[in-house]
């Protein structure tokens, strides 16, 4: 059973608001409302009958008379104006039986104060239920409103990500060809703050969409993804990008469905966090962990940096939210991103930070629904797989072990 209001086709929130008292509820009942009516009418004549043939037993009628028209007032809920219809003859109608058995000497005359008390207690439950109703009615409006607004955001991000690709890439282009053409230092530094700050806005728009389409029925194509591998490959790319001490973690065999493409965009943008706030030598370290059957896997990146802030940590994964300043600044969308990609997958993101003690970000996923998702071991597939990927961790151990290009060697 549910209730549901006489809809409004015109006006404004403020309007449909005001205008939800004047409205009858109507109930969705597997019988007419008309019927029901009908069945607590011929209940209540029956009750009547009896408060007149039976003289001083009245009470027991009386009572079923007004807890039936209470509960009738429940499943209907009238429009103010039949409300007080039926209260008015309710009260004529019981006043009137228990007013005989007064004038025949049956009850004392006191009785007659039932009537009043018991409409006054029926109007106090109308008040409630009428309250209750105009405030999930205004709560109900509201959700829509937020519904519609973050509707059109979307779009807005959408649309303005999409229009804003094409000349950020043109002019891009003209950037790097002009950059190419000067000698003078200080034009050199001067297009490179331009390529800096147009390379900016394309992430801020590719993120963008990205966070916008998240919500989208078809944001993810999920896939079976070895994690252990995934996080490897992900390393061995980012190794060379930052002269930091790349470390692997616990990497648990474990194979979910994601969509790679997201899931990469994901881990990459933890990964630019923690290269914007470590210094060169400071640890930067990914694992996979799976705790156990039907529990998150997680999927974790880890640093030694210049952590965060206590004001900051509740707000790290808001957008255009960022601790950075300075040309190197952060576009405030990566950890966003994160987020929105986490949450696509049916998981979320967590932070732990201490100022001075570096993060630790972890990226939970569900787990694997059966047994095509769980960990693989040396006889799940006749071992093959199992070699391969020791023979791909193996290879990665190396490149982490092996000196970066031009390194120089530091005392820690």
């Keep these: 059973m549910k209730v549901t209001s006489s809809p409004t086709t015109d006006g404004s929130f403020a309007d449909r608001i005001s205008g939800f008292g004047r409205s009858a509820i109507r109930l969705s009942w597997p019988f007419r409302p008309a019927l029901l009516d009908a069945v607590w009418a011929v209940f209540s004549v029956i009750n009547l009958i009896a408060i007149f043939a039976f003289a001083g037993w009245e009470t027991v009628p009386f009572h079923l008379i007004w807890i039936s028209v209470t509960l009738l007032y429940g499943f209907r809920t009238w429009a103010p104006r039949p409300t007080l219809l039926v209260l008015a003859v309710v009260m004529m109608l019981t006043a009137a039986g228990i007013g005989q058995d007064v004038l025949w000497g049956a009850e004392p005359a006191a009785e007659l104060t039932e009537v009043p008390l018991m409409a006054a ?13 105009t405030a999930e009615q205004e709560s109900r409006l509201v959700s829509e409103e937020n519904a519609r607004l973050l509707a059109t955001q979307r779009r807005f991000l959408q649309d303005a990500s999409h229009q804003l690709r094409t000349p950020i890439t043109i002019a891009l282009g003209h950037a790097e060809l002009l950059a190419s053409g000067l000698t003078s230092r200080q034009e050199g530094h001067d297009i490179q703050v331009v390529l800096g700050e147009l390379n ?28 252990d591998s995934f996080i490897m490959e992900i390393l061995r790319r980012w190794r060379p990008t930052a002269d930091r001490r790349w470390q692997l973690g616990k990497l648990d065999k474990v194979t979910v469905p994601a969509d790679r493409e997201r899931l990469g965009l994901a881990i990459d943008a933890l990964l630019e966090n923690a290269v914007r706030h470590t210094a060169s030598g ?32 509740r707000h790290v994964f808001d957008r255009f939210r960022s601790g950075d300043s300075g040309p190197g600044r952060g576009t405030g969308l990566g950890l966003a991103l994160v987020r929105a990609v986490a949450r696509a997958h049916g998981g979320d993101v967590l932070v732990h930070s201490s100022p001075g003690q570096g993060s630790e970000f972890e990226v939970l996923l569900p787990a694997p629904s059966g047994p095509a998702g769980a960990a693989v071991g040396p006889g799940a597939d006749g071992g093959e797989a199992h070699r391969s990927r020791r023979r791909q961790w193996q290879t990665c151990a190396k490149d982490l072990t092996a000196p970066l290009p031009g390194a120089v060697k530091r005392n820690r």
């Design 282 to 313: 400071d640890v930067i370290k990914l694992s996979v962990v799976a705790v156990g059957y039907g529990l998150p896997v997680r999927m974790t990146v880890s640093d030694t940096g210049q952590g965060i802030p206590a004001e900051l940590l």
């Design 121 to 133: 207690m029926f109007l106090a439950m109308v008040w409630h239920a009428r309250r209750k109703l």
């Design 200 to 227: 900016r806005l394309r992430r801020i728009a590719e993120r963008l969409l990205v966070i916008a389409a998240a919500e989208g029925p078809e944001f993810l194509h999920p896939e079976p993804v070895a994690l």
